[in-house]
């Protein structure tokens, strides 16, 4: 995948995909983790998360590269494997040129915030929007 254009070349758009982002109810808040890691030969970093606001705002942006989601049961989806499953974890890489470590913190420490948003980006809504629920909602519901 050589861009976020194709958006996982699953026939799924962004807006499918960040539909499906949900936080994974069998980890604790200290077990749901966000990385950045990179090698100085390298012109991009490696970035996973299982923040679900996080999540959604990578999926929006523009350079980010899609390499796999993870679904509620730990396994790492490729795009021919992705049906549509609930999305508790995304891995892509962005260009290192994106990245930037401020002078003074933020007024929110919200991991989110990591990644800008701007308002009228693209059709889909602010990814602060949608709740940070868990997909233990679902699950429970696929119970009955």
């Known amino acids: 995948m050589s861009s976020n254009n194709g958006r996982f070349n699953t026939g799924f758009g962004i807006n499918q995909l960040v539909n499906q982002v949900r936080e994974d109810p069998n980890l604790t808040p200290e077990e749901k983790e966000y990385t950045f890691t990179g090698l100085k030969s390298e012109n991009e970093v490696q ?13 929006n942006h523009p350079e980010f590269d899609l390499q796999d989601v993870r679904d509620p049961n730990g396994n790492r989806l490729q795009p021919n494997e992705y049906k549509g499953e609930t999305i508790t ?4 890489r962005l260009p290192v040129g994106t990245l930037k470590v401020r002078e003074s913190s933020r007024s929110t420490s919200n991991p989110a915030a990591i990644i800008t948003w701007k308002s009228g980006q ?3 809504s602010n990814p602060e929007d949608i709740e940070d629920h868990d997909a233990s909602e679902e699950l429970e519901a696929d119970d009955d």
């Not at 970035?47 to 999926?59: C, H």
């Open 89 to 92: 974890g995304v891995r892509g």
């Open 122 to 124: 693209n059709e889909t």
């Open 47 to 59: 970035v996973y998360s299982e923040v679900a606001g996080l999540m959604r705002r990578l999926l």
